[in-house]
């Protein structure tokens, strides 16, 4: 068979051969000394560009404070944002030299997207569809992973947001129960044309959190299961691999620090994308998600190969986004990874996307519309200004719905005559329910979580090392020492969601003593708190799964649980009560002293 043009040169250069074969092309030229010089290598650029933990922000907008988002960094959110970045990417790279993946958590999170999985959901017949789903067809994403807050509405509003989707949601790990087969898509596979006529090709593995079988029990209990990251990257790359993937990125909703914030309750890992990229050869860059901190390149060490896997995680809500620029080569018939960096850019630097913003106005207003709804009046202002560090009245006011709701749950059940108890966190710094009208964004703004209430049986003395647990929150402060309260807590990085107070006892934190020892005068109803004593607390999902490692009570009987929002049940409880008195459930149960002397 005659020698082709192109089999010509593939064997000429591999040989080093300078014959013409039937004037299908000139010997090349001879360098001084009649050495043939090396033919050039080909070489291709691409960028693969990444969101992550996007939680329903299409505007740069707080639904909550009703006007333009804004924090001390002055970042700016949104995928109006994030489509202008984008767009000026894909100018510079050129569109076919790009892609855009996600790495999930993007249908929970702001009132425009409670307001499209509950007010007016997108599964209704006839149902809008999602914006985000609006968003992200319009911008170009070509792929996203699953998070776990995908399933907080429930399957069903995640199979019609998947429907409702131009682009692939990926889960390797998020299995069918029955069958133990993947229940999403496990991977998209993406062509890049090259100048040289060789394609190359990218496989987008998605990768998502163990721990939606405890989270989101109540949705996916008995229809899937979420084995571990680590287990089902090493099944799937070496496929990848095996059906031509030149490049492997794994887009993953799970940090990167190799812990779990769960205590024993998980399975798996949570945090195990620095796990995946140590353990499993062949991946080259991993999009990580979940952990909502900034990391612009993070560079693991595969422990087979000791080829540096490169990890980037963009900053939450659209504030970042990741670029991870890949170079090749062709080698030996085929592409080779040669070189990856990452970096991110910061979407509060350019002008929203009127393409976006126009795309959904109207979805925007609606939502504005709804969140302005007035339910009802408050005899006085409360704020969560000083609640981190005070038994504040509208941390109260949360607690008092929860445990009247506990109440009137198990009234006349087995446990009706037990006292119960409530526990809250603040939040957000900012929220405020304002003397005079309250909106539905007032109420709103104390629960930000779509987190439901859940009835659990505690002892005295469980409650003890629970308090005991929670005020690891505080930064020991030696009596007499100054205090400033912005050095005070969030002691080892523990965030204001995982210190609670508790309702119903009272008691004092000692910030002087060590952490393990800080509770004292605890009490319930005047008395010391009997070890022994039977307790009902009223206690989010989040915290009875196992969420901050509590001790106790995720192990602990369930008597009760609701599957509606805390949050609407705050609404609810407004619109029935019409007014809101502090004055009626507000009370300083616990303080935060030194040596028997209150701090404030």
């Known amino acids: 068979m005659p020698l082709n043009r192109r089999t010509f040169l593939e064997r000429s250069a591999a040989a080093g051969a300078g014959v013409a074969v039937a004037g299908a092309v000139a010997a090349p030229a001879q360098a001084h000394g009649g050495h043939a010089r090396p033919r050039p290598r080909k070489r291709y650029s691409f960028t693969v560009m990444g969101t992550t933990d996007l939680h329903g922000n299409v505007f740069n907008w707080d639904y909550f404070t009703d006007k333009e988002f804004d924090d001390k960094a002055h970042n700016d959110v949104g995928l109006a944002k994030i489509s202008t970045l984008v767009d000026q990417v894909r100018k510079e790279k050129g569109r076919r030299n790009t892609l855009l993946i996600d790495a999930g958590d993007t249908i929970q999170g702001t009132q425009l997207s409670y307001y499209y999985a509950k007010v007016d959901p997108i599964t209704a017949r006839r149902g809008p569809v999602h914006p985000m789903a609006q968003a992200m067809n319009a911008i170009g994403y070509d792929a996203a992973a699953l998070g776990n807050h995908e399933f907080n509405y429930g399957i069903p509003v995640l199979r019609k947001f998947e429907e409702q989707c131009d682009f692939p949601l990926l889960g390797a790990n998020a299995l069918d129960a029955k069958t133990l087969r993947p229940a999403f898509a496990p991977y998209s596979m993406h062509r890049l044309r090259t100048p040289h006529g060789k394609d190359v090709r990218v496989a987008v593995l998605g990768l998502t959190n163990p721990g939606i079988a405890i989270w989101d029990k109540a949705n996916v209990s008995g229809k899937m299961v979420f084995p571990g990251l680590e287990e089902q990257a090493a099944k799937w790359v070496p496929k990848l691999r095996s059906m031509g993937a030149d490049v492997v990125v794994v887009s993953a909703h799970s940090g990167s620090s190799g812990t779990s914030s769960y205590g024993d309750q998980l399975p798996h890992v949570e945090n195990a994308a620095g796990l995946v990229a140590e353990q499993v050869p062949g991946i080259d860059a991993i999009l990580v998600g979940h952990a909502h901190t900034e990391i612009p390149e993070y560079r693991v060490r595969n422990k087979e190969t000791g080829k540096d896997v490169v990890l980037s995680e963009p900053l939450k809500w659209g504030q970042r986004l990741t670029l991870f620029d890949f170079d090749l080569v062709w080698e030996k ?58 038994d504040e009245p509208i941390i109260d006011l949360i607690n008092v719905v929860q445990t009247e709701t506990v109440k009137a749950a198990l009234a006349g059940g087995a446990h009706a005559s037990l006292p119960v108890l409530s526990q809250a966190s603040c939040f957000s710094r900012t929220a405020r329910i304002p003397a005079g009208q309250v909106s539905i964004k007032d109420a709103a703004g104390l629960y930000p979580f779509e987190n439901t209430l859940e009835a659990r049986l505690m002892t005295g003395a469980q409650l003890k090392d629970y308090l005991e647990f929670s005020a690891r929150y505080y930064v020991q402060t030696a009596a007499g020492a100054p205090v400033d309260t912005a050095k005070l807590t969030n002691a080892d990085s523990i965030p204001d969601y995982n210190y609670d107070a508790v309702s119903g006892l009272t008691y004092d934190i000692d910030i002087a003593k060590p952490a393990g020892s800080r509770i004292v005068n605890l009490s319930f109803e005047g008395r010391p708190l009997d070890p022994a004593a039977r307790f009902v607390l009223a206690v989010n999902n989040y915290r009875a799964s196992g969420g901050g490692a509590f001790p106790h009570v995720a192990g602990a009987q369930q008597l009760w649980a609701n599957s509606d929002e805390i949050r609407n049940t705050i609404i609810q409880w407004v619109q029935a009560k019409g007014t809101v008195d502090p004055a009626l459930f507000a009370s300083v149960d616990w303080k935060l002293t030194r040596d028997g002397v209150p701090v404030f």
């Open 333 to 390: 018939g085929r592409w080779t990874v040669e070189k990856v960096g990452a970096q991110v850019l910061n979407s509060n630097t350019v002008a929203e996307d009127p393409e976006i913003t126009g795309l959904l106005g109207d979805e925007h207003r609606k939502v504005v519309a709804y969140v302005n709804q007035i339910i009802g009046t408050s005899t006085a202002a409360m704020t969560t200004a000083d609640a981190p560090w005070k």
